[in-house]
T-cell receptor, first 113, second 114 residues
Framework: AQSVAQPEDQVNVAEGNPLTVKCTYSVSGNPYLFWYVQYPNRGLQFLLKYITGDNLVKGSYGFEAEFNKSQTSFHLKKPSALVSDSALYFCALIRAGSYQLTFGKGTKLSVIP | DGGITQSPKYLFRKEGQNVTLSCEQNLNHDAMYWYRQDPGQGLRLIYYSQIVNDFQKGDIAEGYSVSREKKESFPLTVTSAQKNPTAFYLC?????????????FGQGTRLTVV
């Protein structure tokens, strides 16, 4: 079985401050990890992914994420938050050798002006 | 423009009726997925398909059915056996090869039972 946990339902951060959205996972074998963002009543948009190699991956809109195998985490980060970053963020994984794409419950990010 | 199209955007169903949600992609992707989204529960996988004429149940397949007769199309039928079908439904596709490619999502269908 594989699972993704996003321990925070909501994260509030002031505009200009750094932000972190947390994600941990459980899977047997090597994971492929993804972050997506969703705006109200819309589909999901891809932000970034970790497949292999460098543990720090950079993605769209200035976001980055750090893969930590020992802590089974893949936290999303951004050095300076914008009000327009306010949205619902999802972490997801595929186990190597599988097609099943599993999502976490999502974290609502609110950036306060 | 390449992309993935879901229709209709809004759908109303009477109790006891079956309804079919459309999902079409012109990205030449092998893999396609259906998810259900409820507030506070994230995205839960209903069905997925790796290739034409093949599909697998996800975590919440009961009360749903799918077909994959063409690479481009992966329709989802919500049957009368699904007791609580009101939700936001999302279709996605990915290249599939290597399983390391990201999924592309449609804009969703909001289904309401009236």
């Amino acid at each position: 079985a594989q699972s993704v946990a996003q321990p925070e339902d909501q994260v509030n951060v002031a505009e200009g401050n750094p932000l972190t959205v947390k994600c941990t996972y459980s899977v047997s074998g090597n994971p492929y990890l993804f972050w997506y963002v969703q705006y109200p009543n819309r589909g999901l948009q891809f932000l970034l992914k970790y497949i292999t190699g460098d543990n720090l991956v950079k993605g769209s809109y200035g976001f980055e994420a750090e893969f930590n195998k020992s802590q089974t985490s893949f936290h999303l980060k951004k050095p300076s938050a914008l009000v327009s970053d306010s949205a619902l963020y999802f972490c997801a994984l595929i186990r190597a050798g599988s097609y099943q794409l599993t999502f976490g419950k999502g974290t609502k990010l609110s950036v306060i002006p | 423009d390449g992309g993935i199209t879901q229709s209709p955007k809004y759908l109303f169903r009477k109790e006891g009726q079956n309804v079919t949600l459309s999902c079409e992609q012109n990205l030449n992707h092998d893999a396609m997925y259906w998810y259900r989204q409820d507030p506070g529960q994230g995205l839960r996988l209903i069905y997925y398909s790796q290739i034409v004429n093949d599909f697998q149940k996800g975590d919440i397949a009961e009360g749903y059915s799918v077909s994959r007769e063409k690479k481009e199309s992966f329709p989802l039928t919500v049957t009368s056996a699904q007791k609580n079908p009101t939700a936001f439904y999302l279709c996605a596709s990915s290249k599939g090869q290597g399983r390391s490619t990201e999924a592309f999502f449609g804009q969703g269908t909001r289904l309401t039972v009236v």
